[in-house]
């Protein structure tokens, strides 16, 4: 079945510092890769997405890259905010129809220090 | 554009009772999931619905209900309310596609006691 692996948290960062949280997949197909983010209180919305191998999704300065090779989709951003600080969650979706559901990793909640 | 409402934001239940999570949508998206988020343990599926009067059991469907009779509205029943069903519940839509993006409501905090 779909899964998907993020690394351990959380992760406690200086403002302007850079930031890598990893993601990795196992998958059925050829699966479309997110990055949602979840602010405090609220619900999950969509940062970034990517469909096909080798794609770069990119949004509010974050990017990840869609490399099937490694099965990864790495998120970046190379000055984080103090308004970064959430919880971020990698997801996929793999089948189109009835067989579709978005699978998530665990999250992973990043703390922005001023 | 509401997007997707869930209501109530709140609730405190006793052991036992039971009650009904309302989610709606307006954008005529197929697919509508219930999650539950629990410290440690993610996003986990517990039903979801890829039409009206079509639904099918996610990871952790126990002590949970759901119907779909219309597009816009999938109501999560809880039966008889346990204290492991203390979580933060989220509705979900979409269209179907691989590639299509999830909207997620803002959430029910529920705590049963």
């Known amino acids: 079945g779909n899964s998907v692996t993020q690394m351990e948290g959380p992760v406690t960062l200086s403002e302007e510092a850079f930031l890598t949280i990893n993601c990795t997949y196992t998958?059925?197909?050829?699966?479309?890769l997110f990055w949602y983010v979840q602010y405090p209180g609220e619900g999950l919305q969509l940062l970034l997405k990517?469909?096909?191998?080798?794609d770069k999704g990119s949004n509010k300065g974050f990017e990840a890259t869609y490399r099937k090779e490694t099965t990864s989709f790495h998120l970046e951003k190379g000055s984080v905010q103090v308004s970064d600080s959430a919880v971020y969650f990698c997801?996929?979706?793999?089948?189109?129809?009835?067989?579709?559901?978005?699978?998530f990793g665990k999250g992973i909640t990043l703390s922005v220090r001023p | 554009n509401a997007g997707v409402t869930q209501t109530p934001k709140f609730q405190v239940l006793k052991t036992g009772q039971s009650m009904t999570l309302q989610c709606a949508q307006d954008?005529?998206?197929?697919?509508m999931s219930w999650y539950r988020q629990d410290p440690g343990m993610g996003l986990r599926l517990i039903h979801y619905?890829?039409?009206?009067?079509?639904?099918d059991q996610g990871e952790v469907p126990n002590g949970y209900n759901v119907s779909r009779s219309t597009t816009e509205d999938f109501p999560l029943r809880l039966l008889s309310a346990a204290p492991s069903q203390t979580s933060v519940y989220f509705c979900?839509?979409?269209?179907?596609?691989?590639?299509?993006?999830?909207?997620f409501g803002p959430g029910t905090r529920l705590t049963v006691l």
């Open positions: 979900a839509s979409t269209r179907s596609g691989r590639t299509d993006t999830q909207y």
């Open positions: 998958a059925t197909g050829y699966p479309s």
């Open positions: 990517a469909t096909k191998a080798d």
């Open positions: 997801a996929l979706r793999s089948l189109t129809g009835a067989n579709s559901k978005l699978t």
């Open positions: 954008m005529n998206h197929e697919y």
């Open positions: 619905s890829v039409g009206a009067g079509i639904t």
